[in-house]
């Protein structure tokens, strides 16, 4: 079946523009990651929802970041007055959860933000 | 807060060699362990997961072991081949929570 997709692939915005990320999860998967990537690193924990429930937004970086998944499957990251400092990739990924049992992760092709 | 450590941070071997890659995480309780494989510029390939409870996964020519008591992991690739050339990532879940916790990866060249 298909994997994690992730559009766009590439964004190229100015400083001070919003932008807004989009994740499809496998279908049927109920929870649903973000993570930040920069270059020679390995991926941050942004935040995660289980079905369309928010359930830890803590390593969000300040309040110009938000994430949103209202029907539990497509999320959107959305990142308000862009700053340069923001340029890194994005990574969704997404797994199965069944009560208190999680299962691997997996991730989608990411989107390359650059702010210039 | 939990720390990930992966040594060495690159690594070049000729084909055929055994190798093993190596994590480390300072918070022993953890849920899950899981490797990953990135290719340059592409996604981050799932290779195995360990569960808290198991010792080791095998997968072809991968095996990873966990000791959770002493927070290590590793990572054995045996008779290496140029196409196992990649950045490996490992990440650790922690009890009670969802989200990965990764390291800064072991960049792997096998040369032909």
């Known amino acids: 079946g298909a994997g994690v997709s992730q559009s766009p692939r590439y964004k190229v915005t100015k400083r001070g523009q919003d932008v807004a990320l989009r994740c499809d999860p496998i279908?049927?998967?109920?929870?649903l990651y973000w993570y930040r990537q920069a270059l020679g690193q390995g991926p941050e924990f942004l935040t995660y929802?289980?079905?369309?429930?928010?359930?830890?937004k803590s390593g969000l970086p300040n309040d110009r970041f938000s994430a949103e998944r209202p029907e539990g499957s497509i999320s959107t990251l959305t990142i308000q007055r862009t700053e340069q400092r923001d340029s890194a990739m994005y990574r969704c990924a997404s797994s199965w959860t069944s009560g208190r049992l999680v299962y691997e992760q997996f991730f989608g092709p990411g989107t390359r933000l650059t702010v210039l | 807060k939990q720390e990930v450590t992966q040594i060495p941070a690159a690594l070049s071997v000729p084909e055929g060699e055994n190798l093993v890659l190596n994590c480390s995480f300072t918070d022993s309780a953890i849920y899950n362990l899981q490797w990953f494989r990135q290719d340059p510029g592409k996604g981050l390939t799932s290779l195995l997961l360990i569960q808290s409870s198991q010792r080791e996964q095998t997968s072809g020519r991968l095996n990873a072991s966990l000791d959770k008591s002493s927070g290590r992991s590793t990572l054995y690739i045996a008779a290496s081949q140029p196409g196992d050339s990649a950045t490996y990532l490992c990440a650790v879940a922690d009890t009670g929570f969802q989200k990965l916790v990764f390291g800064t990866g072991t960049r792997l060249l096998v040369s032909p």
């Open positions: 279908s049927g998967h109920v929870s």
């Open positions: 929802f289980n079905y369309e429930a928010q359930q830890d």
